[in-house]
């Protein structure tokens, strides 16, 4: 049986490349169930790169992405579809659907995995949209909400069935303070009181000081730091120093891309 | 009168969510309030907040109320988490419309769109004619990447229909005047049939479903991601900017490809002429020469020059109009072909009737 405290997920010397240029360059970490860990790092770093690594939609050059004991890698489509849906994810840009309604987004893992009991997607949407605070928006259509309003309603969809491992793209990007916190509240109640474990590529300073249990540092491919936020002040990196210290660059850095 | 009380079980999940809501709400009437008892409950999930969020829904419809009680720790979080959701429901706000509502907006809709269209053929001309005498700019750039898009790429496929075309027609009409021994004058139908209506019509149909459909989505695209909302904002007229380059592309382009589906359809019908029906070549070709006229070549390019303005600027048109995201993209897209098709035969009948009733 599953319990607090197993691995989750393990990801052993992941190495990719877009084209010629490496993206991910040796990257090892590993995930505790009931964990909210936390991935940061300066943009273009290869953070969602490695989330889409782990909910496998990309496949990488060479190294192991192990989820409860199996090798996403070399998983067939059929297992990574088993494995998928117990995965919620919320993208960056919510990745709703333009032509249901905001309610029929969020039924939709519900109706197709064909785990739930009909009669309960009703009430179990309202549930979870009043989780994001948009119980109002039942009915209305992604394209008539707001940028924000569309994100919280890509969480509500990426937690609808209550799946055991959860990623977010930058939940709070885009979000007025306000709704901000209290999208970390919910991250850390549902943590609590479900277990779900949280994987979340985020900038948001003040979130990650409230709930990351752990964090991964990433710079240009590379795993610069790990540790819990106690580790944080005991670490020389100058990157990472410059991260949670909020600090320029003196020159703005021009970063070679192809 | 005293509620009715019950006890929820350790975990209150998916399964013994549906115990407890068969228990509660299983009679025909439920007799009395209800107070769930969650004093024993240690863990629950969602979906055992569900069934619960069911029971109450249910008993508020019959005019009774359900309380949860006696939930501690962290079963009492969960309850606080799911307090907003115990409240009623959003109601669905969409309001059903009666006949005449409905038929007074689609006449405010059609207006609304009449002048847009209106105002978007004003700025199409504007843009394309006048400004560059201004000395207003013009892309002439994109003006020519536009016109290989449309005009160059399209050639073959162009060339081919109407090629086809010829042939069938020729086939066609052979057949029918057989009997009198008169198929030289085959030569004569396909010549006046692909310059006065085929060739234009033919091609307008080519190029409204490949280049009008590719206007309509780029244009729509651009909307939904708001790069138009990003040119508007640099002060630049989208008109001057997508529109004219295009308008003016596809005035040159059409023409061009109705020549060349012109020739095509000819060569179409020669073949079946020379090749089944076994008429010396000379012949056939002097048949064909003769019953050229400049007047109907005329008539066929004057017609694929309305056909260009419409295409072009009916793609635009449902470009600029799209929301509601990608299936938005879509349904203008699909949209946009159908007009231009619908709009081609509108025009084709007013030719028609003017040239062959009015002018004689």
């Known amino acids: 049986m599953e319990s607090k405290g197993d691995i989750i997920i393990e990801v052993e010397n992941l190495v990719t490349h877009y084209g010629d240029t490496k993206v991910l360059d040796g990257v090892s970490f590993t995930v505790r169930r009931g964990e909210i860990f936390m991935i940061i790092g300066g943009s273009g770093c290869g953070k969602s790169t490695l989330l889409k690594h782990l909910c496998g939609l990309l496949r990488p ?97 990426a937690i609808a069935v209550d799946p055991p491992l959860v990623y977010f793209d930058e939940p709070s990007a885009g979000l007025d303070p306000i709704m901000a916190a209290g999208l970390d509240e919910l991250v850390m109640k549902l943590n609590k009181l479900l277990g779900t474990t949280f994987i979340i590529v985020t900038h948001e300073l003040d979130s990650i000081k409230l709930a990351a249990d752990r964090i991964l540092m990433l710079d240009r491919g590379k795993v610069i730091f790990l540790g819990t936020l106690d580790d944080v002040e005991k670490s020389t990196n100058e990157r990472v120093r410059q991260f949670f210290e909020r600090r320029a660059d003196e020159h703005i850095e021009q970063r070679q891309l192809a | 009168m005293t509620p009715t009380r019950v006890r929820c079980p350790e975990t209150l999940d998916q399964d013994t969510g549906r115990t407890l809501f068969e228990v509660v709400c299983g009679k025909k009437v439920v007799p009395a309030d209800v107070e769930i008892d969650l004093s024993a409950t240690l863990s629950m999930d969602s979906f ?158 080519v190029v409204s479903a490949r280049t009008g459909a590719a206007i309509a989505a780029e244009i729509a695209t651009m909307e939904v991601q708001e790069e138009i909302d990003a040119l508007r904002g640099m002060g630049i007229s989208v008109t001057q900017y997508l529109v004219a380059p295009k308008l003016l592309a596809m005035i040159v382009a059409l023409p061009c490809l109705t020549v060349l589906g012109m020739f095509s359809g000819i060569l179409g019908g020669t073949l079946w002429g020379i090749g089944v029906l076994g008429f010396q070549p000379s012949i056939w070709y002097e048949q064909t020469l003769g019953a050229t006229s400049m007047g109907d070549i005329g008539q066929g390019l004057l017609k694929s020059l309305f056909f260009a303005v419409a295409i072009a600027l009916i793609g635009c048109h449902n470009g600029f109009r799209v929301t509601g995201g990608s299936r938005g993209v879509g349904r203008m897209t699909t949209r946009a072909v159908v007009m231009d098709i619908f709009t081609l035969i509108v025009i084709d009948i007013i030719f028609a009737s003017f040239f062959y009733y009015i002018m004689k």
Request: glycine content about 10%; proline content about 3%; hydrophobic content about 50%.
């Open chain 1, 61 to 157: 050059t060479s190294g192991r992405i192990v989820f409860q004991g199996s090798d996403i890698a070399s998983m067939d489509e059929d297992q990574l579809a088993v494995m998928q849906q117990s995965i919620g994810i919320a993208f960056q840009s919510s990745g709703l659907f333009n032509s249901m309604t905001v309610g029929d987004n969020i039924a939709m893992p519900m109706v197709e995995f064909g785990s739930v009991d009909p009669s309960l997607v009703k009430p179990l949407v309202r549930m979870k949209l009043s989780l994001v605070g948009l119980a109002q928006a039942e009915h209305l259509m992604p394209s008539d909400l707001s940028g924000g309003m569309r994100k919280r309603a890509g969480l509500a969809r």
């Open chain 2, 48 to 205: 055992g907040g569900a069934w619960i969020l069911r029971i109450a829904e249910q008993l508020r419809n019959g005019g009774k109320t359900a309380v949860c009680v006696g939930a501690a720790g962290d079963v009492a979080a969960f309850m606080d988490m799911l307090e907003p959701g115990m409240q009623r429901p959003a109601t669905d706000t969409r309001v059903d419309t009666v006949l005449f509502e409905e038929f007074g907006g689609e006449v405010i809709n059609f207006t609304k769109e009449f002048r847009e269209f209106l105002e978007l053929c004003i700025d199409a001309i504007y843009w394309t004619l006048v400004a560059p005498l201004e000395g207003r700019g013009f892309r002439f750039g994109a003006f020519l990447d536009e016109l290989h898009e449309m005009g160059v790429r399209a050639v073959r496929i162009v060339c081919l229909m109407n090629f086809l075309l010829g042939l069938i027609i020729a086939m066609l009409s052979a057949k029918q005047v057989e009997a009198f021994g008169l198929q030289i004058f085959v030569a004569n139908l396909v010549v006046i049939a692909f310059a006065r209506e085929l060739a234009a019509v033919m091609t307008a149909t």
